[in-house]
């Protein structure tokens, strides 16, 4: 089977992979010049363990077990990854029972050795720490989300798979057998069997562009930035901190990576169109937030350092959307999968995301 990936980050790059493994001829079509130049250059790099999201919902049947295969690869393909831990913090008593049901979730996921401990407890493990109780996830990590990109696109190239740079796809339609791709300026066409849609915050434009896709299948796209401040000096802890989660994202955290950094964010910022600049004026709440966790940063501490976008599918005050993988036996296309708002824990629950949607373009 000849199968067009389209978009060359994280997820495309796991599909591709696993249909090129599977022994499927394929081809990704990325626009830019090179691959993960979107999300998945500008998040966290953090590998979830799988505790907030609802039962039932994609993100929680694929992101534990997903996260465990992705421990394997980083492993097995020499990927820099450390299993660092984080804690969640409740900050004030009026916070412990939303602690305690994000554990009660976490362990209903199938997350493992998640234990609830006193304030006392948390700051034995780390000093800086204020808080009234805390959740320890020993299985959360991090990971060099660009050198998982790197041997993503090893394998698949390994077999015999390739990238297309700076080719956008413009739009798609059915032909005799699978699909038809028009790319370039003066539109040339390409045929393939099946494509996939992984084209990140373009998903929703292609999915437009795409001839018999029924209009009314394609979710709204609402972009929610994520702001990141660096922090001056040394690394204050050994884990991730999280505070309970916040409206849209999970809270102004501490991410560590493996050079030694420590950053904050992301914070949520609902925006109209893509934009990446960090505005040094939102420190003010950063520091605000960050002291409830660790009072003794230092004024004149953070630094504006990157951002990313999240490609939401709901907005301000609305119940968090879940994965939307649109497949063959949701609209009634042969072939086809869309995916929209692949967002947090997309990089985790690559590998397994990827051998689902190949399952159902095989099935």
């Not at 820099?80 to 008593?93: D, E, N, Q, S």
């Not at 084209?199 to 018999?212: N, P």
Request: charged content about 20%.
């Amino acid at each position: 089977m000849q199968i067009l990936v389209v978009g060359a980050g994280v997820v495309g790059l796991a599909v591709a992979r696993a249909a090129a493994w599977a022994g499927h001829d394929v081809v990704v079509a990325e626009a830019a010049a090179a691959i993960g130049t979107g999300i998945s250059s500008r998040n966290s790099e953090v590998i979830h363990a799988g505790i907030y999201y609802p039962t039932g919902s994609t993100r929680a049947r694929l992101c534990a077990r997903s996260r465990r295969m992705l421990y394997d690869f980083c492993a097995s393909h020499g990927v820099p990854h450390r299993k660092c831990g984080k804690l969640i913090v409740a900050t004030k008593a009026a916070e412990l029972d939303r602690l305690e049901a994000i554990h009660a979730q976490g362990r209903a996921n199938g997350v493992e050795g998640l234990e609830l401990i006193d304030g006392a407890a948390a700051r034995r493990l780390e000093p800086a720490l204020a808080c009234a109780a805390a959740m320890c996830s020993p299985q959360t990590g991090i990971i060099d989300s660009h050198s998982y990109m790197t041997a993503l696109r090893g394998d698949l190239e390994d077999r015999g798979g390739s990238i297309a740079f700076n080719t956008r796809i413009d739009r798609l339609a059915p032909a005799v057998s699978g699909w038809r791709a028009a790319f370039g300026d003066e539109p040339q066409w390409a045929a393939f069997d099946a494509v996939v849609n992984a084209a990140g915050l373009g998903a929703q434009r292609l999915a437009g562009a795409t001839e018999g896709y029924p209009a009314a299948r394609r979710p709204r796209l609402l972009l929610a930035k994520g702001n990141y401040f660096s922090c001056a000096g040394r690394p204050v802890f050994s884990r991730l901190i999280y505070p309970v989660p916040a409206p849209g994202g999970l809270g102004v955290h501490v991410t560590l990576d493996l050079a030694g950094r420590m950053r904050f964010g992301p914070d949520v910022e609902w925006i109209e169109a893509e934009n990446y600049d960090v505005d040094a004026g939102r420190a003010a709440v950063f520091y605000q937030r960050i002291r409830d966790y660790w009072p003794g940063l230092p004024d004149g501490a953070l630094l504006p350092d990157y951002a990313g976008i999240r490609p939401k599918l709901t907005g301000p005050g609305e119940p968090a959307a879940d994965f939307m993988v649109d497949a063959p036996k949701d609209h009634g296309l042969a072939g086809l999968v869309h995916l929209f708002g692949i967002e947090s824990p997309g990089l985790t629950a690559s590998l397994l995301l990827a051998e689902e949607v190949l399952s159902y373009l095989t099935s």
